[in-house]
């Protein structure tokens, strides 16, 4: 008998990773260890895998924090004690370096002697030594070496030259106590600053985040308490009056309310809802009171799967980061190499001083910027991701982004998308049975349909009929329609004329019903074209984007939408498998999306490039393909398409930096034409440049 193991999804709390190369790293240490499903998020200080033993988990966070960051579970997460902020490690070198490095203007002559300048010094260079050498160490020996290798062999060779001088005399041309202090301090100020600035581009998660943290009001035995959020349970009743959050998701028992569900959806306009109506934990009741029943919570909830979407989304890369990715892992070797050969040309065959060989390999070291090439792209995915999610357009992923900004054709279904998918029934005509009769049995079998067509027309024919028909077994076929059998064994089938066993019924109707093969009712109902949909179209063919119509729909019906809103390329009138082969068609053409409901057009919203599904914020919706819509708002696609192309545009820009400034900037160190300490400066800002151009992204005008 073999035994399953259950492995246990773990999750840590880890502070101190500053960038993807950061957080490649602790990748690849916990791969080599055997570990599945690992997931490392440098921006929010997340790492998850799982492992068939608990027994590990010491272990592993050993070796996670021998890489010279700090682990906590995550059920457990404290804040960073004072001595283990960069911000205080900066401020305490800062103290000592500020003297330091104005000897070299004042006419102090205490600041001129080496001992007060090893005195000086020294706490610096002790304090770099912790934070960048065991980094640096463990990086080495796990082979993925990182930029503290090069910062701490820059300020140690600073050090130890001095040190060197100051023993045995050798004079003021030995003393590089500033520089080794100044590397340190301007290194730590780098990343204070670019801290700050990456917490900056996960905003959109920690405002989600936010609307987790509330508080809930549960009515038990008909007395109120009051609970935290994390101890509601599946079943709970809850109260929530104007002005609160709902705490969970959940369907109203009682009242009405006014709700914003914008921090969802991105419509600001408050959402009309009345009992038995669905409800999203994290939206705000503007008007009423109302009594939830508690029917997801925790991690279910449909807040916490787009907060993990957009973790999730934030940590996949787009192809274009390879290059970066490439580079970045051999960028210490190859700057450790230029660095020692600058040494050795400078001093044995340009004859250089020793003094000035050793500054400038030390230039070297300390001036090039790998994190720079490691942030370009994480950087500006989460800002784009996050402007997109602001919309209320949830893509789930840097790849995804990419894919967006070169998309050349845009394949439409018809009902729910460019039209309302609210339908009128124009007519029914009933045959052999009453009009009464023929309504409840087409409301009876639609009530086990998701399609827009089905819940417009159950919600219409719920007033033409008195006496509700029961069936002891529906099923749907797609793109044909409904099968159901009644208690006395009778077949009815719902659907377009496909289900008829002959072809000359009337255009003017879109549904069937059959009894036993047998006709006997007909449908014709009519959808209203989206307000905005004409104008995306335009949009569209202004920036060269060909939309196309897709439709199981009727073939005039179809012609007749297209023709209203300028579509030139129409299929209609087809099954979910020729819907399949039409797009794997226009795939071979360029860049494809399909834009459908997310429910009833899933196949073709995965065979597509790119899947964007027009509806409601439901879990099918939010699986069902690579984007989603939490409005109805045919303005979020052009708004996506622009996000895409401007993310993608940032992350060339930023890659184009990263790479610009290291190729210029090694070579210049190299001949001498800058000291270590501005090469530190510069090399603390250049993840600034890269930082600040992504976060530039929120908030700029994007046509």
């Known amino acids: 008998m073999t035994t399953v193991v259950q492995e246990k999804l773990i999750e840590l709390n880890v502070t101190g990773m500053h960038c993807s190369n950061c957080a490649l790293s602790v990748h690849k240490l916990l791969e080599k260890k055997g570990l599945k499903d690992v997931y490392v998020d440098f921006a929010n200080s997340e790492v998850k895998f799982r492992s068939p033993d608990n027994t590990l988990v010491p272990g592993l966070i050993k070796d996670i924090e021998g890489l010279g960051y700090k682990v906590q579970a995550s059920d457990g997460v404290m804040p960073e004690s004072i001595f283990e902020k960069v911000e205080n490690k900066f401020l305490f070198c800062l103290i000592f370096t500020v003297p330091l490095f104005l000897h070299m203007f004042l006419p102090f002559h205490v600041l001129h002697d080496p001992d007060i300048q090893l005195i000086l010094c020294l706490p610096v260079f002790i304090l770099g030594c912790v934070h960048f050498g065991k980094s640096a160490l463990n990086s080495v020996i796990n082979g993925i070496p990182n930029m503290d290798v090069l910062i701490f062999i820059g300020s140690s060779a600073a050090f130890i030259y001095s040190f060197i001088g100051t023993v045995y005399n050798l004079g003021t041309d030995f003393l590089f106590y500033e520089t080794a202090a100044t590397i340190i301090t301007l290194v730590l100020l780098g990343n204070v600053i670019e801290r700050r600035s990456v917490t900056q581009t996960t905003s959109a998660v920690r405002d989600l985040l936010k609307f987790q943290e509330n508080n809930a009001t549960r009515i038990l035995n008909g007395e109120k308490e009051q609970i935290k959020s994390s101890e509601i349970q599946i079943g709970n009743t809850l109260l929530v009056n104007t002005g609160d959050k709902v705490p969970t998701d959940g369907e109203i028992i009682w ?75 051999i960028f210490v070797p190859v700057v450790l190499g230029i660095s020692l050969l600058t040494f050795m040309l ?53 790849n995804t982004i990419e894919e967006i900004a070169g998309i050349k054709f845009i394949v439409f279904d018809k009902t729910g998308t460019l039209t309302t998918g609210k339908f009128r029934i124009k007519q029914l005509v009933a045959t052999d049975v009453d009009e009464s009769e023929a309504a409840s049995i087409i409301s009876g079998i639609e009530e086990y349909s998701s399609h827009p067509i089905a819940e417009s027309l159950v919600s219409e024919l719920k007033s033409r009929f008195t006496k509700k028909i029961i069936f002891k077994k529906v099923k749907e076929e797609k793109g044909i329609g409904m099968n159901a059998i009644d208690a006395e ?55 060269n984007v060909i939309p196309i119509l897709l439709s199981g729909d009727l073939k005039r019906k179809c012609e007749d939408l297209a023709y209203k809103l300028g579509i030139t390329e129409i299929y209609a009138e087809k099954l979910p498998q020729e819907k399949l082969d039409i797009i794997e068609k226009i795939k071979k053409l360029g860049k ?62 930023n ?38 151009n992504s976060i530039r992204l929120k908030r700029k005008s994007i046509s």
């Open 346 to 398: 400078a001093y044995f065959v340009f004859d250089i001083a020793l003094q000035k060989a050793l500054m400038n390999a030390i230039a070297v070291l300390v001036i090039s910027c790998p994190c720079a090439m490691g942030l370009a792209t994480p950087t500006a995915v989460m800002v784009g991701l996050g402007r997109a999610a602001k919309n209320g357009i949830l893509i789930k992923g840097g």
């Open 655 to 692: 890659l184009f930096w990263a790479f610009f400034y290291n190729v210029v900037a090694i070579p210049v160190a190299a001949f001498g034409f800058l000291s270590p300490m501005i090469g530190a400066l510069t090399m603390a800002f250049s993840d600034v440049i890269v930082i600040g």
């Open 255 to 329: 009242g009405e309310a006014s709700i914003n569900e914008s921090m969802i959806t991105g419509e600001s306009i408050p959402v009309e809802k009345t009992k038995y109506d669905q409800v999203i934990g994290g939206t705000i009741i503007e008007k009423g009171s109302i009594h939830i029943l508690a029917t997801r919570v925790g991690k279910n909830t449909v807040l916490s799967q787009i907060i993990d979407l957009m973790k999730r989304a934030q940590a996949a890369k787009p192809t274009i980061q390879k290059l970066g990715d490439r580079v970045a892992a």
């Open 592 to 653: 494809t999306s399909m834009v459908g409901d997310g429910i009833n057009d899933a196949p073709a919203l995965s065979t597509s490039d790119v899947g964007v599904s027009m509806c409601s914020a439901s879990q099918i919706a939010i699986q069902s393909s690579e984007v989603v819509l939490l409005n109805s708002d045919l303005k979020s696609i052009d708004m996506m398409l622009r996000i895409g192309k401007h993310t993608l545009l940032t992350i060339k820009q």
């Open 489 to 543: 064994n009778n077949e009815y089938q719902l659907g377009s004329k496909q289900i008829l066993e002959n072809s000359t019924e009337s255009a003017d109707f879109n549904l069937y019903l059959t009894k036993n093969q047998k006709l006997i009712a007909s449908l014709s109902i009519e959808d209203e074209i989206k307000a905005d949909a004409k104008m995306l179209i335009d949009t569209l063919k202004e920036h």
